[in-house]
């Protein structure tokens, strides 16, 4: 098809346009299913892992890796308690490992998929449509990434999508019905859903706000209340294992003490600061540029007839998006994966109908997205694990009562086979002021837990200036210089 031609046809329309979305969506799903196998192990497969199998095995939460810091040992009662309760299913049905670990989001993320399809076929998206969504949600770099790592931020996105479907048939029942009662089951199933949002994050109270605003703009006062209710019920989730005060005493401090609070957090300034703030989550890198360029440009310049024929998903969007700014610690991205389907969806639904100028500007930032998401996502797919086969290859020599330190992301060899503490546990204690980060520290540290073996990466070696062949009373034994793993021993 000749350029002239192109642009003078509606685009939504252009069978040019359909092949080369169906090419591009194609190709991104192959790069996506060739990033899974292998994958790099992330920090917080870990930090979700570790807790979860222990949860599994002993029917509580605990955390060797956090061994020392807030008796997490023993017990961690802050955790992401429906996620990790899910992630202990999982490792009882499938065993322990990363890629039982982590298949909990691409579970979700499997649904999530399925749920926009819906949502795509009820607002009768044609193929182009339903084809450029999808080429956007694949190329996204942030569905791509936390779509196989241990977060809860899919699953709380896919329980904000169920919460949005059953709100809205809700209001369509109540529109089509003299009886004021019709609708009851799908606000009671949206406000559960938004509770289950709560519990596998806290971030999921942008969930409920979200629904409530909804409500309150259809003026439905009586299901406001009733979905507000229902869905707080999800805060409860966090205190089920809690038996008497010492045990919410210990919460309490698991909780402030964690390494993302800070001093000052829950102070009225910091709100208003986290709103007006708001904008490095959005600009944060060419990684957001590129997606918030697209993306606010295409609602924009559509923004007349998306609030015309999509005007509940836009409420139900921008509340989700103005109480993250609100209540979300700092201005991490990754938070946008809560929200990105919705975005994605509102960016799409009319772009290709543009004309003019405004076409070719929206185009030409979808074309941006394209490239810099899909550089992004060949990044994560090419960055295949190597550590943990050293790791393996080094236990081989470990002692069998042997205390062992080591990286977070040695659980998956170690854990359940000996007594495990990691670096990060002392990082912990650095921030909370505990320790320093020093040689002399650590070996102190080292002392006080009888560490008798010693597995350093490279990351804490910088940290506490671990080298030679002898540190801190150990000897260094083998190395695995492909992984950057050295093993040291008593």
Known sequence: MKISALKMNNLNTSAGVKNLALILLCLGCAVFIYSLFGRFVHIDDAYIGEPSYWLAKNGFVRAEIFRGWEHAEEQLLWTHKIYTLTVALFIRLFGYGVTQVKAVSLVYFAGLAVLWWKIAKDAKFSSTQILLFFVLFVFNSYLFEKAFVARPEIAVCFWATVTFLFLTRGLKLLNGSDNCWSGCWTFCLAGLAAGLSIGNHLNGLIVAGAGCVLLLWHRQFK?????????????GSYFWDIRNAADLNLMWRQFSNAQDMRQGQFQILHYLWNLLNELQRFLHSIREISISLFIFSAIITCRKKLWQEHRDLMIFTFSMVFFLALIAHGKTSKYMTLYMPFLIF??????????????????????????FQANQNWTIARNKDIQLSGYRELTRDLPPESHVLAHVTATFVVTGHWWFQSFQAYQALYENGLMQRTSSDLQQKIQEFEIDAMIVDRESAAWYGVSGDTWGGLRKIREVPAAGLVLYLK
Do not use: D, M, P, T
Not at 223 to 235: H, N, Q, R, T
């Open 223 to 235: 299901w406001f209340f009733v979905f507000g209710v229902i869905a707080s019920l999800g805060l």
């Open 346 to 371: 509102l960016g799409a639904a009319f772009a290709l109908e543009l004309r003019g100028r405004a076409q070719k500007i929206v185009i030409g930032f979808l074309a941006l997205y394209l490239v």
